[in-house]
Nanobody, 118 residues
């Protein structure tokens, strides 16, 4: 089993920046991809960004050019640098990981709240 612990959320003004961190523990040897989801009340969770072992990344259209995902395999960590934040980025952000390519993410963190004030 993999445990994911996020940190770095908080309150920021529109236009500001935040950096989310996530550290994985447990059975981390087989982690192939990691990512970040966001969820706001009444909406489905949305995949914000993901990164594979080789470093290839994918982003939701809404964050392209503003968010950057990165990974430190030696530390079993993934990061989300969030810049030019907008009030609509306000959400709970979840770190996720998976051992295989596909659309499912078996492992989820507990989430960290990001609030962007206008």
């Amino acid at each position: 089993q993999v445990q994911l612990v996020e940190s770095g959320g908080g309150l920021v003004q529109a236009g500001g920046s935040l950096r989310l961190s996530c550290v994985a523990s447990g059975s981390t040897d087989n982690i192939y991809r990691m990512g970040w989801y966001c969820q706001t009340p009444g909406k489905q969770r949305e995949l914000v960004a993901s990164i594979r072992n080789g470093g290839s990344t994918n982003y939701a259209d809404s964050v392209k050019g503003r968010f950057t995902i990165s990974r430190d395999n030696a530390k079993n960590a993934v990061y989300l640098q969030m810049s030019s934040l907008k009030p609509e980025d306000t959400a709970v952000y979840y770190c996720v990981s998976a051992e295989h390519w596909g659309s499912t993410w078996p492992h989820w963190g507990q989430g960290t709240q990001v609030t962007v004030s206008s």
